[in-house]
């Protein structure tokens, strides 16, 4: 079992910076590969990001290219998602979840959400 914690969503106004933060306990957390995903009203979950175990390999979905980061640290358990430039139609609930089974395995772990709002 990998239990997950959304943090750091709030109201920002376009162009403003975010930092979201996942806190995981259970599972070995540093030997599981992580991802965030998003979700706004009426709209289909997104793929956002995703980093391997060891931090050295991330993916990130077209829309978010160039503007969020990804990274984790081992150590505290936390993976992280650093959002800059960001734009109304960033608006969405943002999930973290975990991937235990592998890079290409799917998620089998899901936080409860965290809300960013971008307001024009």
């Known amino acids: 079992q990998v239990q997950l914690v959304e943090s750091g969503g709030g109201l920002v106004q376009a162009g403003g910076s975010l930092r979201l933060s996942c806190a995981a306990s259970?599972?070995?957390?540093?030997?599981?590969?992580m991802g965030w995903f998003r979700q706004a009203p009426g709209k289909e979950r997104e793929f956002v990001a995703r980093i391997s175990w060891s931090g050295g390999i991330t993916d990130y979905g077209d829309s978010v290219k160039g503007r969020f980061t990804i990274s984790r640290d081992n150590a505290k358990n936390t993976v992280y998602l650093q959002m800059n430039s960001l734009k109304p139609e960033d608006t969405a609930v943002y999930y973290c979840?975990?991937?235990?089974?592998?890079?290409?395995?799917?998620?089998?772990?899901w936080g409860q959400g965290t809300q960013v709002t971008v307001s024009s």
């Open positions: 259970g599972r070995t957390f540093s030997s599981i590969p």
């Open positions: 979840a975990a991937s235990p089974r592998g890079w290409d395995s799917g998620y089998d772990y």
